[in-house]
């Protein structure tokens, strides 16, 4: 095992970066309602593409992944 290693894999099923307007991508120049968190019009998979050939660089992320909790409330 070598650890986690961060997902190349962009999830923005969160739907916050979801728009109407489609726009450009661009990477690819292709129109795309999708935007990035840094509010850049492009496709999940050009940002997954774009993260395989930047490993380390942050200007694609994923959504925050919501933290499994042993300690839930219950009422
Ligand atoms: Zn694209």
Redesign the pocket.
């Known amino acids: 095992m070598t650890g986690p290693t961060r997902p190349l894999l962009v999830d923005w099923r969160a739907g916050l970066d979801y728009r109407r307007d489609a726009r ?7 129109l ?1 309602p999708l935007r990035s968190h840094a509010g850049e ?3 999940k ?3 997954e ?1 774009w993260n395989a050939k930047y490993v380390g660089e942050t200007r694609f992320v994923s959504d925050a992944q919501p933290k499994l909790r042993c300690d839930d409330d219950h009422a």
Do not use: I
């Not at 450009?24 to 292709?30: E, H, Q, R, S, Y």
């Open positions: 450009p991508c661009v990477l690819c120049g292709n795309t019009a492009s496709h998979v050009c940002a593409d």
